[in-house]
């Protein structure tokens, strides 16, 4: 059987679940927040023109294929510090945690850097309007300035959520969301509009007179990413105090010390991180070069694809809740050389996502229209969008599969392997299949969802493969 997923009772199964989901819920909901940014900004971009949708569709589309490459090589430290923890190697669990925090500093102001080289080169490429160039160039200036916090508080993220601590991130999420939503009105639709709706809903006087002295131009979709950056940087701040409150991991001396970079130590992240951030790379670029590819098509079909892509970011957050719990219990399990147990949970982490994306799949076809008048009410981006559903519903079920079990893989320190399946599916069948079935069979954007599935399904039997043979390897390790 699969995992040997029947040498265990159901209660084993049960308990094994249960463990799971405590550590993923948390980690959901969390970065259900974070990525409910990207949406409110989306969604009141939107409301204040289309112009405004199409440069932030853009502008972010830039910005969230550089970090999310680091935040996977970020991702290195999740398994490196589980398996420190596993082994009981406390004063080690702090040093990799104090240098994980450099190496996002470092790898922040290098993304930093990337990202204000590519302004220029990108607005020239751009065949849109000036006002549509001008906004794009300003807005992806402004998210730029949150990378370095964006990435210290992945460092954080990870150290907290490897030692079984993902309630305070999640409340952290949270309470960045709901500071977003107001900053972003405030700058998208300036303080006088802001004090406008102040009004209809019969606030206070003297708060909205206050709101009308306030020097606040209306900024329209720039203004989404100046609410971003200042949010990235609270989130930081927020984290990194409750680290340096916490009793409970008081004993690990992450704040108690200080630390310069060692670069041996930093060696040891990127040599890990580098192809989990190449495999996010992939992904994430083809979405982003798919983005760029129907623009010819027209504005409406770059809104449309956007919609989807940010309903469907809100959604990667399950398998990728999932997912990171799995590297965490996996690498644990494995600091404990208890690696049969490795090997359940990788299973068990499948099966759950299986469940999980036929019920995302349900869900998405039965409120496809619902979902898609969220973000906008162009009744043309609206009949677009919702047909894009449909495939992104079929999507989602092998997306959940091979997310799941490429951060299993992760549990174990393997991210090579992974890597490369990614490059073959997503960049050949996804990207060059796409690009033939949109323009050679004339299926325009359902060309490119079309091959997305293809890609995806291939990624994930591959994965799933490769994850039932090499746990095994490890079992047969263990027993030797």
């Not at 964006?150 to 993220?157: E, G, K, S, T």
């Not at 229209?369 to 009744?379: E, G, H, N, R, S």
């Not at 994965?463 to 390897?473: A, D, F, I, K, N």
Request: aromatic share 12%; glycine share 8%; charged share 10%.
């Amino acid at each position: 059987m699969l995992f040997d997923l029947t040498r265990y009772s159901p209660a084993d199964f049960k308990h094994e679940t249960r463990q799971l989901l405590t550590l993923a819920i948390p980690m959901m909901l969390g970065q259900i927040a974070t990525v409910a940014i990207g949406v409110v900004d989306t969604a009141m971009s939107g409301a204040a023109g289309k112009d405004d949708l199409t440069a932030v569709a853009l502008g972010s589309s830039v910005f969230s294929t550089l970090f999310i490459t680091f935040m996977g090589i970020m991702a290195a430290l999740n398994p490196i510090i589980a398996q420190q923890h596993g082994a009981g190697g406390t004063h080690e669990v702090g040093e990799t945690g104090r240098q994980g925090v450099w190496f996002g500093l470092l790898l922040g102001i290098l993304g930093m850097a990337v990202l204000f080289a590519l302004i220029i080169p990108l607005q020239n490429y751009l065949d849109m309007s000036a006002h549509i160039k001008t906004m794009f160039a300003r807005y992806l200036g402004i998210v730029a300035l949150g990378l370095p916090a964006a990435l210290i508080y992945r460092a954080l993220h990870a150290y907290a959520s490897s030692l079984n601590k993902p309630q305070p991130i999640m409340w952290i999420n949270w309470a960045a969301l709901l500071l977003n939503i107001p900053l972003n009105y405030l700058f998208i639709f300036g303080a006088a509009g802001t004090a406008d709706l102040a009004e209809r809903f019969q606030a206070a006087p003297a708060l909205i007179a206050w709101l009308r002295q306030l020097p606040v131009p209306a900024l329209g979709g720039v203004g989404a990413g100046v609410a971003t950056t200042i949010v990235f940087w609270f989130g930081t701040f927020a984290l990194a105090l409750y680290l340096a409150k916490s009793r409970d991991l008081r004993r690990f001396g992450f704040t108690q010390r200080f630390s310069r970079p060692n670069w041996r130590t930093q060696k040891n992240i990127a040599t890990l991180g580098w192809a989990i951030g190449l495999s996010y790379f992939l992904e994430a670029s083809l979405f982003t070069f798919i983005v760029w590819l129907i623009a010819d098509l027209g504005e409406n079909h770059v809104a449309a694809q956007q919609i989807v892509l940010s309903l469907s970011s809100v959604i990667y957050m399950i398998p990728q809740a999932i997912g990171s719990a799995a590297t965490v219990r996996i690498g644990y399990a494995i600091g404990r050389k208890q690696f049969a147990r490795a090997r359940y949970i990788s299973g068990v982490a499948i099966v759950c996502g299986w469940i999980l994306g036929a019920c995302t799949l349900v869900a998405l076809l039965v409120f496809r229209l619902p979902l898609a008048k969220i973000y906008t009410q162009d009744a043309a981006v609206l009949a677009l969008a919702a047909s894009l559903i449909v495939f992104a519903g079929v999507f989602q079920v092998f997306d959940f599969t091979q997310c799941i079990a490429s951060y299993a893989l992760r549990g174990y320190k393997i991210t090579r392997v992974p890597m490369i399946i990614h490059a073959v599916a997503f960049w050949c069948l996804g990207l060059v299949l796409g690009y033939i079935l949109a323009h050679a069979a004339h299926m325009g954007i359902y060309g490119f969802w079309t091959a997305l599935i293809i890609s995806l399904a291939s990624a994930a039997t591959a994965l799933v493969w490769y994850l039932e043979q090499r746990s095994r390897l490890a079992k047969h390790d263990r027993k030797a």
